[in-house]
């Protein structure tokens, strides 16, 4: 009874650790599902995560062409922006240029006012000159129109001299030819040709 009654209780403890292996086995099993399905989803995972990998490596690629597109792009920018740089500076010196030659022309168009005004000065005072001048050209034109007449007086006195110089040389030729004809010199031996009056006749006709 005593080896039945061991018997019995070895076999419970057999059962009980059987009921325990059991249950070992069913959570060991039941462990393994759970690892496989974890090993499942990351194998999922990572294959996904392969295709996000895979995906951002084209995307980087892209990003990278996309940058060398940029840095071009800037490149040329920044050269446009040197050129309107220099444009700029250009156009300031420009305009620097041109304030002091603004400046200038304000000098000269004040200098010019004052040459102008100083010109109508000096064309009014022309005028009055040239009214003066034009007042004594008038007396002149008529001292001269007197002087003229004088002058026309003075010229026909010249010719009647000088008819009256012929006229008397005339007479004295005359004179003189009658003077020596011979029967008249043998007839009046007085009579003489007039040669020696020639002085008081010149002198006459000088007068």
Do not use: C, F
């Amino acid at each position: 009874v005593i080896d039945l009654h061991k018997s019995q209780e070895s076999l419970r403890s057999s059962q009980a650790q059987v009921v325990r292996l059991e249950e070992a086995l069913a959570s060991e099993e039941r462990l393994k599902q759970k690892a496989i399905e974890e090993l499942s989803r990351t194998k999922e995972e990572l294959r996904n995560a392969l295709k996000k990998v895979t995906s951002l490596t084209g995307q980087l690629v892209d990003a990278e062409r996309s940058i060398r597109k940029y840095d071009e792009e800037l490149k040329s920018k920044n050269a446009r922006l040197d050129a309107l740089r220099s444009a700029t500076a250009k156009k300031q010196r420009e305009e620097e240029v041109l304030q002091t030659k603004k400046g200038e022309i304000m000098q000269l168009e004040r200098a010019l006012t004052a040459a102008e005004v100083e010109l109508r000065r000096q064309n009014d005072m022309y005028v009055t000159e040239n009214r003066e001048k034009l007042q004594a050209r008038e007396e002149l034109s008529t001292t001269k129109a007197a002087l003229e007449h004088m002058q026309a007086q003075l010229d026909a006195a010249h010719a009647e001299i000088h008819q009256l110089k012929e006229s008397r040389d005339l007479l004295r030729r005359e004179v003189d030819a009658y003077a020596s004809r011979p029967a008249l010199r043998h007839r009046s031996p007085n009579l003489s040709p007039t040669r020696g009056d020639d002085a008081g006749v010149a002198g006459a006709g000088g007068g």
